[in-house]
């Protein structure tokens, strides 16, 4: 199901898509209305939404004109919004507003109405002179829908790019990805653990399984792998993890088979390989967004350390999550318990890594991004159990120890003391 979903939002043009086979529908419903049920919907409908043919067209001709006009208008500012995301923010958070809902719906909406329009001045035909027709009334509804759809439009790229509403947005898509995947923690059919192989005495056949592209592992249909593994008597170890780099020569898994098998298995099916990452299994790439936007913030042609530190605060509320879902590698079991697939990832020390070891170096210099840093693992701590808090320690000291005191001012050394001891507290 989530390859499905991958893939519909790769393509911006599948709801709009749909809109528009939704207004065709629309309009053969009216047309079939005009042309053969008039007289008896006339008695059921207020005759306000009935005009003669001559008017009918002059509506439909200027709601056309004008929800061409939006459209265009809607594009110039879509363009504008992912020129400002690309130059101030990251290029790697373009797809958050392309692929967002709402974006999709307003297109899809214009989309429609512009189709809805345009077919039913088709049918504005001579012989329907002496009657009064529905179309143009629909099309006025129509209209009305598309300047509320384009208020709501122009309110909601004013709210977009604003850096605020956007780290926080990168914050919730990385919450979304690690909820789904605690449910999977606390189902039945998965255990989180160490990454192992089988004995080489408990299967019969190996092979090895490469990608049919070139690109980022996006998806795993684990679901469906285990089916296919309990059907053919198969475990599949993967070697990349979701989110990895990978090419039509690497080995991303060893297939383990517990007997001799001639038949062919297309495997590569359930594995989505595409050109760039998506977080719908790979919360770290949110958090890697969040990183991005951070540095991007303290580079010398931007100098907004204010919006790293806020980036590096939202952080530390994904951190708490990856602790709650740290283990080496997911496996997925099937009804009889039998481990059938599994999945390496990357465990909570190196997200913490990933996280900081940009920022570390470019954010050295700023007394305020060295502080939020050490905020953030203060906030990490305090959300976070016995076990996690022990790794925090490690960079912890990582961090204390890339701090160069030369760079501050004695009270600038003073606050990051304060801080210092509020989490050794947390972390004794």
């Keep these: ?96 507003f392309m692929t967002e809902k709402t974006t999709l719906r307003v297109l899809g909406v214009f989309v429609g109405s512009f189709i809805y329009t345009v077919s039913s001045l088709l049918f504005m035909k001579d012989w329907l002179d002496d009657q009064r027709v529905l179309a143009s009334g629909v099309g006025v509804i129509l209209a009305v829908i598309c300047v509320g759809y384009f208020v709501f439009f122009i309110h909601h790229v004013a709210r977009s790019i604003q850096v605020s509403k956007l780290i926080e947005r990168l914050m919730k898509e990385g919450l979304i990805s690690l909820k789904k995947k605690k449910l999977l923690y606390k189902a039945e059919k998965i255990t989180f653990g160490t990454l192992e192989t089988p004995e080489e005495a408990d299967y019969a056949e190996k092979i090895e399984l490469s990608p049919e592209a070139t690109g980022y592992v996006q998806v795993i249909d684990m679901e469906g792998l285990a089916t296919k593994a309990k059907k053919n008597g198969f475990h599949i170890v993967f070697s990349k993890r979701i989110g990895d780099f990978v090419t039509e020569r690497s080995v991303i898994a060893e297939v383990y088979f517990t007997k001799k098998t001639s038949k062919e298995l297309d495997l590569t099916s359930y594995i989505e390989v595409g050109e760039e990452r998506t977080q719908l299994q790979d919360a770290e790439f949110a958090l890697q967004k969040l990183a991005e936007v951070a540095l991007r913030a303290i580079s010398p042609g931007i100098n907004d350390p204010n919006t790293a530190n806020n980036c590096i605060r939202y952080m530390s509320r994904l951190l708490i999550e990856f602790g709650e879902v740290d283990a080496e590698a997911i496996s997925y079991l099937d009804d009889n318990k039998e481990q059938r697939v599994t999945i390496p990832q990357r465990t909570f020390e190196e997200i913490l890594y990933t996280a900081f070891y940009q920022i570390r170096i470019y954010g050295e210099k700023d007394i305020s991004v060295v502080l939020t840093m050490l905020e953030c693992l203060i906030l990490t701590a305090e959300g976070s159990i016995k076990e996690v808090r022990d790794k925090i320690k490690e960079m912890y000291e990582f961090l204390v120890g890339s701090i160069k005191e030369e760079y501050f001012e004695p009270l600038d050394i003073k606050k990051i003391e304060e801080k210092k001891a509020i989490l050794d507290e947390w972390l004794k």
């Design 1 to 96: 199901m989530e390859k499905w979903t991958l893939r519909a939002r790769k393509e911006i043009w599948f709801v709009p898509s749909l809109y528009a086979l939704a207004s065709i529908i629309l309009t053969a419903i009216i047309i079939s209305i005009d042309t053969v049920f008039a007289d008896s919907v006339q008695n059921y409908l207020p005759k306000i939404f009935f005009t003669n043919v001559d008017l009918s067209t002059t509506i439909l001709s200027s709601i056309a004109t004008a929800i061409l006009t939006m459209t265009t208008i809607s594009f110039s500012t879509i363009m504008v919004v992912l020129t400002t995301y690309s130059t101030q923010f990251s290029p790697r958070t373009l797809q958050d």
